[in-house]
C-alpha cells in the first residue's frame, strides 16, 4: 500500500467488528479491522484495507460474539495479531479525517484501546465525521431509527453483514443517497417535500428494526487494493455544505476541502437496558445527572405535593446537542415516594464500559407516582420529537405488562463510581428498624451484598432523580437513586 504522506486530504472511513464483553473487566477485543478512502472532492472509493484480527485471549470468542458478526474462532486462528497489523492501521489513518457510523463513542475509542494495550501512540484525526449523529440531525426521521441496516433497507441497499470492510462501504453509500436527497430537497423544496420522500422500504420505531440475521462472509484474512473504485455512477460533493457543531477535531490547518462542518460528537448516557446490534457500547452512570443540573434546590417532592402545572421540560442546546431538562417551579425535579414495594430484585446482567455491573431494580408504582411520571413521560417525548429533533424510539417510563395492567412498576437505577482504581455505589442506603435508621457500609464492590437487600417484598423509601437518555436510537427517562431506605422485615 503506498500513501503519499505530504497528501492527507482523503476520508478513512473505518469499522471494527469485535468480541461482546460478557463478564466484568473483560473489555472488548477487535476482531477485524476495515477501511477505505475516499476522495473529498468526488466521492469515490480510492484504496481499501480490511484483515481479521487473532485477539490475545480467543475465550473471549463467545457465542454472543459470533452471533453478532459471524467471526469464530477458527476464522481468527491464522490471523495476525493487532501489533502485527498496527503499523498499517496507523498509516491509514493518522493524520486523515475520520468518518464511519457511531465512530466517536465506539471505533475511535477502541482504536485507542487497541494502540496503548501494545504501547504504540495512537494515531490522531484532523477531523472526524460520525455519520450516526450527522444524518440523524439532518436526513429526519423518514428511515425510521437510524441504525445503518435500517438505512440501508430503506435505500435499497442490501443487507448489513457486519463485516468491516462491508459496512465502510455501505456507510458511504448510505451518506451518497442521503446527501442526494437533502440536495433535492433544498434545490426544489416546493416540489420535493418531506413527506414526499418516505419510502416503502422505511422501517418503523420499533426494538427490532434493523436487526438482519446475521451472514457469513468468505473475505479472506487480509487484503489490500489501490485501484480506483467508483461506486457509484454519480456523485453529488454537497455534503460538505452540511454544517453541524465541531465536537471532535484537532485541526492544525485549514482544510482545502471544507471538510470541518461535518465533524460531530454524541453526547448522553445509555439506552435503559438494552444493547445495540450495530455497535455494542457500555457507559458507566456515573453522568446520570449533567452538570448543569447540579444547582438548584435539592428537595425531593413526594408525588402529591407536585402540580403538574408547575412541571416544564425544555430541551436546551448543549455540548452541541439539545439535552432534555425536567424541572418544577424552576428546580430540577426530585422524587420521593415512601413505603415502595420491592417487585423484582437487583439486576446486573448489563455492564459499563469497563466491566462494572450496572445494577437496578424494579419497584410497584403507585397510583400518585404513576400519575406524576405518566404527565412527564408525555412531555419529555413531545419535547424530543418536536424540540431536540430525536429520532430514537422512546421507551415508556413505567411498564404495565398485558395481564397485569393495574399493577405497574419502575425501574430504579444505582450508579456506580470510580475513585482512583475502588468502585463503590453512589447510592446513599439505609437500614430501619421500628427505633433507628442506620447508614449501610460496604466492606467491598460485590453485587450479591446488595441482592440480600433488595429482595422481593422488601419495603423502600426511595428518593430519586428524573434525568433523560437519548442513545443508540433509544430515548425516554431514567429514575436514578440517590438514596435509599430499606426498612427491616
Known amino acids: 500500500m503506498t500513501v503519499m504522506a505530504q497528501d492527507r486530504s482523503e476520508i478513512a472511513f473505518f469499522d471494527l467488528e469485535t468480541t461482546v464483553p ?4 473483560q473489555g472488548f477485543a477487535i476482531l477485524e479491522f476495515g ?3 475516499v476522495c473529498p472532492r468526488k466521492l469515490v472509493e480510492l484504496e481499501s484495507y480490511s484483515t481479521l484480527i487473532r485477539p490475545a485471549d480467543l475465550s473471549h470468542i463467545s457465542s454472543l460474539s459470533v452471533r453478532c458478526n459471524g467471526i469464530t474462532k477458527d476464522a481468527v486462528m491464522s490471523a495476525p495479531s493487532f501489533a502485527e497489523i498496527a503499523d498499517v492501521v496507523y498509516d491509514f489513518l493518522n493524520g486523515r479525517i475520520w468518518a464511519g ?8 475509542v477502541r482504536i485507542r484501546e487497541a494502540f496503548a494495550e501494545i504501547n504504540r501512540l495512537a494515531p490522531e484525526p484532523k477531523g472526524t465525521i460520525d455519520s450516526l449523529a450527522l444524518l440523524t440531525q439532518r436526513f429526519g426521521r423518514r428511515a425510521g431509527d437510524m ?5 440501508a433497507t430503506y435505500f435499497g441497499l442490501g443487507k448489513q453483514t457486519h463485516r468491516s470492510l462491508d459496512d465502510v462501504r455501505m456507510n458511504l453509500e448510505v451518506i451518497k443517497y442521503c446527501a442526494t436527497v437533502l440536495f433535492l430537497e433544498s ?3 416546493d416540489v420535493f417535500t418531506y413527506n414526499s420522500w418516505v419510502s416503502p422500504n422505511a422501517t418503523t420505531r420499533s426494538r427490532n428494526n434493523g436487526k438482519s440475521p446475521i451472514e457469513q462472509t468468505s473475505s479472506p484474512p487480509h487484503h489490500i487494493t489501490g485501484e480506483n473504485v467508483s461506486t457509484n455512477e454519480f456523485m453529488i460533493p454537497v455534503v460538505g455544505n452540511v454544517k453541524l457543531p465541531l465536537t471532535e477535531s484537532n485541526l492544525a490547518r485549514v482544510n482545502p476541502y471544507d471538510m470541518n462542518g461535518l465533524a460531530v460528537g454524541i453526547e448522553g448516557p445509555l439506552p435503559e437496558d438494552s444493547m445495540e446490534e450495530d455497535k455494542i457500547v457500555s457507559t458507566s452512570l456515573e453522568s446520570a445527572t449533567s452538570d448543569e443540573n447540579s444547582s438548584g434546590s435539592n428537595d425531593f417532592l413526594e408525588p402529591d405535593n407536585i402540580s403538574i402545572s408547575s412541571i416544564s421540560v425544555i430541551a436546551p442546546f448543549y455540548r452541541g446537542l439539545h439535552r432534555i431538562q425536567i424541572s418544577h417551579q424552576g428546580f430540577p425535579l426530585q422524587l420521593q415516594c415512601v413505603s415502595l414495594k420491592v417487585r423484582f430484585g437487583i439486576s446486573s446482567k448489563f455492564l459499563d464500559h469497563a466491566g462494572r455491573p450496572r445494577l437496578s431494580f424494579v419497584v410497584d408504582a403507585p397510583p400518585s407516582l404513576c400519575k406524576i411520571l405518566d404527565e412527564i413521560d408525555s412531555l419529555a417525548e413531545k419535547t424530543a420529537a418536536a424540540d431536540s429533533g430525536s429520532l430514537s424510539e422512546w421507551r415508556t417510563l413505567v411498564s404495565r405488562k398485558p395481564g397485569f395492567f393495574n399493577y405497574p412498576t419502575v425501574r430504579l437505577h444505582l450508579p456506580t463510581v470510580v475513585d482512583g482504581e475502588m468502585s463503590r455505589w453512589a447510592t446513599e442506603m439505609y437500614q430501619k428498624d421500628s427505633s433507628v435508621t442506620e447508614k449501610l457500609v460496604f466492606s467491598r464492590f460485590d453485587v450479591t451484598e446488595l441482592e440480600s437487600i433488595f429482595t422481593p417484598g422488601n419495603i423502600i ?3 430519586f432523580s428524573v434525568d433523560t437518555y437519548d442513545y443508540q436510537q433509544n430515548a425516554g427517562i431514567r429514575l436514578v437513586a440517590k438514596k ?3 426498612h427491616s422485615s
Open 461 to 463: 423509601d426511595a428518593y
Open 35 to 37: 477501511a477505505i478512502l
Open 101 to 108: 457510523h457511531n465512530i466517536l463513542r465506539f471505533d475511535c
Open 22 to 25: 460478557t463478564r466484568p473487566g
Open 484 to 486: 435509599v431506605i430499606v
Open 187 to 189: 434545490s426544489l423544496p
Open 147 to 151: 441504525k445503518m441496516a435500517s438505512l
